[in-house]
């Protein structure tokens, strides 16, 4: 699709936003400047091959790069098919971008017949060999026209569609999507795209470029935003987005920012068991604010006396915390200063789900993350001399620190290690991490990321450690709250989604108006002195969730098993097609201790039994717990986890058998949280569509396809998802 020549002000824009650039870096050489003469993307090409022989001068030992030497270097970029392979092609060396199997011509002076050529360092931000360079209305072989291209070191990495501020920024996002439709950014020169940029001088996104047409998703184009403190006391008052275009170019696109968006805070995927998932991702601006937070504090650049520092940081659940905490491991772990970085988790699950999304955001970083089967394992790879990431669960690394302590064993608290702790507002407070900060108390620095930060309202008991202090907030574990993204924060800019919440009466009493009456009689009996009128008002002001709060508590309202549950399954039998859209999507049920799951697990089991017919379409139910042991007092009688087994056996096909340590508990449970993530028997008649829980599950479970959460029991404060 043609472009036709722009208007004075779409002009004048462009005029204006060059210019705002090269105060941050940017070079605007006449050459590139397709206002002045045509500029082509041949012309890019060209220009991109005098950048090759600048930064490999040496490895070409000062001979150019003949015209068959870079025929060979275009086969090689012909071949990448799109940003995705291209990101990787940017990242073979971690943070080297090299083209590899270039065969020199014979010349005198040219001694290696074979060579490597570099064509990025992230690492050589804003100095080093990196150039940085605006190409301007540059024109296709398809008869379209790129409005700015970014350059560093010649390669288009970012491209920018700016458009006339009475036009909206779905416009440029279309125009990109009819450019990749005509092929303009596969198996070609402009695949390296990293990153797309639509612009008003009012507003502007950004975007991973995506890897094929099908993955232009408006819900991943992002603003870009600064957070803002309070001048006097540092409080913090939100996210600004910016708007104005000056800002977004100072703040966002000037140098060396641009080069860190699609360098350090860029995000391979290399997910090994879903290529739907393989893809490259840019941080969000809360993501990289955090991430610099925790490295100033890691070095002391953030206090005068220099001093470094642990802490916390707080973002909201399902804002992408696995992300920011591993860019923020891989930052800390390519740094000399430290030894290891440990990535501390308090589940198993989450051991497991964490090592291998980690493992595949790795595939192409200058680090390496360990998985740890075993203490023997964790105490090999601690003390190595070898640097990287080392994920494993805090009873682990208990247990290791145990032995050290009995064995008075020291080699390891001598390590300069950093601690990043998952999911910081649960097992923190426990005995297990204070041994294991007092252990590591000396040389270690301990970053804290949660959701729900414990505050001096949630009531925690708390531990007294070896100093004599009370330790029962996330601040006085961890250090001060280094950055913080709330839900309300993330739900307004659109990066978490929104709750849509039902309550359900399921005939515990007749109507809320009905218990609303009842509790006014009693509540005007017990406290005279308000007067009739003052407690009608309060009463009619709560919801129905306070409602049924205070009618518990005046003993209006009390729920018995044995009339509730068969209510609850009953109501979610009822909706169960809709609600997952015929087994399109999935569900967990969260109850409040092992006996109940199992109670609802066997009436779910009675009902489907009387309430469907053979041949119907019928939910795939499953339950899991922790497993405990044989000391445990709420342990499960075998015949349970055997029914349990078999019943799943006869979903899956896969038979599990009771105390087996390679096909018993563990294996169930790693196969039940793999299966639960692939939505319902709509989509394979092998997949769970409710999936029965105590306390598993409910926090870090990356499931896209599990689209309701039924909630049988109190959650509040810390305990909330």
Do not use: C
């Not at 970085?341 to 980690?358: C, G, I, P, W």
């Amino acid at each position: 699709m043609g472009r036709i020549n722009k208007d004075a002000s779409e002009r004048h824009f462009q005029d204006e936003f060059v210019k705002e650039l090269t105060k941050f870096r940017w070079q605007a050489p006449d050459k590139l400047n397709g206002n002045l003469h045509k500029v082509t993307v041949q012309d890019l090409i060209a220009n991109w091959r005098s950048e090759l022989n600048r930064i490999n001068a040496d490895i070409l030992e000062g001979i150019a790069l003949t015209d068959s030497e870079f025929e060979q270097v275009l086969s090689k970029v012909n071949q990448i098919s799109n940003s995705y392979e291209a990101a990787k092609i940017l990242s073979i060396e971690g943070s080297t971008g090299k083209i590899d199997g270039i065969y020199r011509d014979a010349h005198p002076e040219v001694t290696r017949k074979q060579i490597t050529l570099t064509i990025l360092k992230k690492a050589q931000v804003s100095g080093g060999d990196s150039s940085y360079q605006i190409a301007r209305e540059v024109s296709t072989s398809n008869g379209n026209r790129f409005d700015l291209v970014l350059l560093i070191n010649g390669l288009p990495l970012i491209n920018i569609e700016q458009k006339r501020s009475d036009k909206s920024l779905d416009e440029a996002f279309g125009q990109f999507k009819r450019y990749y439709a005509d092929g303009e950014y596969t198996n070609n020169f402009m695949a390296f795209s990293q990153m797309m940029v639509v612009t008003t001088d009012i507003e502007t996104r950004y975007f991973a470029t995506p890897k094929s047409i099908n993955d232009f998703n408006p819900a991943f184009v992002f603003h870009w935003s600064v957070t803002q403190k309070g001048q006097e006391n540092g409080k913090h008052l939100g996210q600004r987005v910016l708007t104005d275009y000056r800002e977004v170019i100072e703040h966002f696109l000037m140098v060396p920012m641009a080069h860190q968006m699609v360098g350090d805070y860029l995000i391979i995927d290399e997910d090994p068991d879903n290529e739907e998932n393989r893809r490259h991702m840019l941080m969000r601006p809360y993501q990289v604010y955090a991430l610099q937070a925790v490295e100033k504090a890691a070095f002391g650049w953030d206090n005068p006396d220099k001093i470094p520092h642990g802490g916390f940081v707080w973002h909201t659940t399902g804002s992408g915390k696995t992300i920011t905490s591993f860019k923020t491991a891989q930052f800390l772990a390519t740094r000399t200063e430290f030894d290891k970085v440990v990535f501390l988790l308090d589940r198993r699950d989450l051991d497991e789900q964490t090592s291998k999304a980690f493992k595949a955001y790795s595939v192409y970083e200058s680090v390496d993350v360990d998985g740890t089967k075993s203490t023997y394992q964790l105490r090999k790879q601690l003390t190595s001399p070898k640097s990287g990431i080392v994920v494993t669960t805090t009873f682990k690394l208990n247990i290791l620190v145990n032995e050290l302590l009995e064995a008075q064993d020291h080699q390891l608290s001598d390590k300069k290690i950093v601690f990043i702790i998952d999911e910081a507002h649960r097992t923190t407070m426990g005995d297990m991490m204070g041994t294991i900060k007092d252990y590591f108390f000396k040389n270690s620095l301990f970053f804290g990321f949660t959701g729900t930060p414990l505050f001096d309202e949630n009531k925690v008991k708390g531990k007294i450690n070896e100093r004599s202090e009370v330790i029962n907030t996330t601040e006085k574990l961890f250090g001060p709250l280094l950055h913080q993204y709330t839900i309300d924060e993330a739900i307004a800019d659109g990066n978490v989604l929104g709750f849509h919440v039902d309550y359900i009466n399921t005939g515990e009493f007749r109507s809320y108006e009905d218990l609303r009456e009842q509790l006014i009689d009693i509540l005007v009996e017990e406290y005279p002195s308000k007067g009739q009128r003052e407690i009608e008002r309060q009463v009619h002001q709560w919801t129905e969730l306070e409602l049924e709060k205070n009618a518990v508590k005046e003993g209006l309202l009390f729920y018995q098993d044995k009339y509730h549950i068969p209510k609850v399954v009953e109501e979610i039998l009822a909706g169960w097609e809709s609600q997952s859209q015929q087994g399109e999507f999935n569900a967990i049920l969260t109850v409040a201790y092992k006996e109940r799951v199992i109670h609802y697990y066997h009436e779910f089991k009675k009902q489907i039994a009387e309430r469907f017919q053979e041949g119907d379409a019928k939910p795939n139910i499953a339950m899991t717990f922790s497993f405990g042991n044989e000391n445990d007092p709420e342990n499960v009688a075998n015949e349970v986890v055997e029914e349990m087994f078999e019943d799943y056996a006869g979903i899956t096909g896969i038979k599990f058998l009771v105390g087996d340590k390679v096909r018993g508990e563990n294996a169930y449970f790693e196969d039940i949280t793999a299966r639960a993530k692939r939505g319902g028997s709509g989509r394979n008649p092998k997949n769970i569509d409710i999936l029965i829980v105590a306390d598993q599950l409910l926090t870090g479970y990356d499931a896209k396809r599990l689209n309701t959460l039924y909630v049988d029991r109190a959650l509040e404060l810390q305990g909330l998802i």
